[in-house]
C-alpha cells in the first residue's frame, strides 16, 4: 500500500511539475516578446511583476516535487555513519519535522490571503493586480506541499514499520555526498 501510494503521488507531482514549467516556459516568452518590444519603443508593461507572482506560485507548487525526488537539502553527517535502522530514524525524524514546518507555513498563509480576500487588496503597481488571484493558488501549492510531505512521511513510516528500508529510504533519504559526486 505504502509503495502503490508514493508511486500516485510521485504521478500526480509529476503532471503538477510539468505545468508549472508550462508556466514558466510561457513566463518566459512573454517577458522575451516584452524585451523585444521595447526595442522597437513599445512594452506591455508589468512583466517583470507577473513573472514575480509565477515564480511565487511555480515554487510552492514545486517543493512537493522537489521533495519526493530528494532534491532538498540535507546535512547527513550523523546520518551517513548509522546504519539502516539509524538511517531510517533520521529520515524519518528530518521529515517529521519538514511536515510539522511545512503545515505551519501553511496555515500561517492563510491570514495573508484572507484579509486580500476580505479587502478586496490590488497590488501597489500600475497592473493593481487583485492580490487573491495571486494568492490563492499560492496557498494552494503550500497546502499542497504540506499534504505531500505528511502523505510520504507515512508512507516511509509503514515502510521503515514493514523492515522494507530501502524502499523508505528511496521515499524520505538523503543522497551523500559520494552518491552525488558519482
Same mark, same amino acid.
Given at each position: 500500500?505504502?509503495?502503490?501510494?508514493?508511486?500516485?503521488?510521485? !504521478?500526480?507531482?509529476?503532471?503538477?511539475? %510539468?505545468?508549472?514549467?508550462?508556466?514558466?516556459?510561457?513566463?518566459?516568452?512573454?517577458?522575451?516578446?516584452?524585451?523585444?518590444?521595447?526595442?522597437?519603443?513599445?512594452?506591455?508593461?508589468?512583466? !517583470?511583476? %507577473?513573472?514575480?507572482?509565477?515564480?511565487?506560485?511555480? #515554487?510552492?507548487?514545486?517543493?512537493?516535487?522537489?521533495?519526493l525526488e530528494?532534491?532538498?537539502?540535507?546535512? !547527513?553527517?550523523?546520518?551517513?555513519?548509522?546504519?539502516?535502522?539509524?538511517?531510517? %530514524?533520521? !529520515?524519518?525524524?528530518?521529515?517529521?519535522?519538514?511536515?510539522? #514546518?511545512?503545515?505551519?507555513? +501553511?496555515?500561517?498563509?492563510?491570514?495573508?490571503?484572507?484579509?486580500?480576500?476580505?479587502?478586496?487588496?490590488?497590488?501597489?503597481?500600475?497592473?493593481?493586480?487583485?492580490?487573491?488571484?495571486?494568492?490563492?493558488?499560492?496557498?494552494?501549492?503550500?497546502?499542497?506541499?504540506?499534504?505531500?510531505?505528511?502523505? #510520504?512521511?507515512?508512507? +516511509?513510516?509503514?515502510?521503515?514499520?514493514?523492515?522494507?528500508?530501502?524502499?523508505?529510504?528511496?521515499?524520505?533519504?538523503?543522497?551523500s555526498e559520494e552518491d552525488?559526486?558519482?
Amino acid at each position: 500500500m505504502a509503495g502503490k501510494m508514493l508511486a500516485v503521488l510521485r !504521478d500526480v507531482n509529476r503532471k503538477v511539475a %510539468i505545468a508549472i514549467g508550462i508556466m514558466l516556459l510561457v513566463c518566459a516568452a512573454v517577458v522575451l516578446l516584452d524585451i523585444a518590444l521595447r526595442q522597437l519603443g513599445t512594452s506591455f508593461g508589468g512583466t !517583470d511583476e %507577473i513573472s514575480g507572482y509565477v515564480m511565487a506560485i511555480a #515554487t510552492a507548487w514545486g517543493m512537493g516535487f522537489a521533495m519526493l525526488e530528494l532534491g532538498h537539502v540535507r546535512i !547527513d553527517i550523523l546520518r551517513s555513519r548509522a546504519n539502516q535502522i539509524g538511517r531510517s %530514524i533520521f !529520515d524519518l525524524i528530518s521529515m517529521v519535522i519538514l511536515s510539522i #514546518t511545512i503545515t505551519v507555513i +501553511a496555515v500561517q498563509c492563510w491570514p495573508v490571503v484572507s484579509i486580500s480576500i476580505a479587502n478586496s487588496a490590488r497590488a501597489n503597481t500600475p497592473l493593481e493586480t487583485p492580490l487573491a488571484l495571486v494568492q490563492i493558488p499560492w496557498f494552494a501549492g503550500w497546502i499542497w506541499f504540506a499534504v505531500m510531505a505528511w502523505l #510520504t512521511f507515512l508512507a +516511509a513510516l509503514m515502510l521503515i514499520f514493514q523492515g522494507r528500508f530501502a524502499e523508505g529510504e528511496a521515499a524520505i533519504g538523503a543522497f551523500s555526498e559520494e552518491d552525488a559526486v558519482l
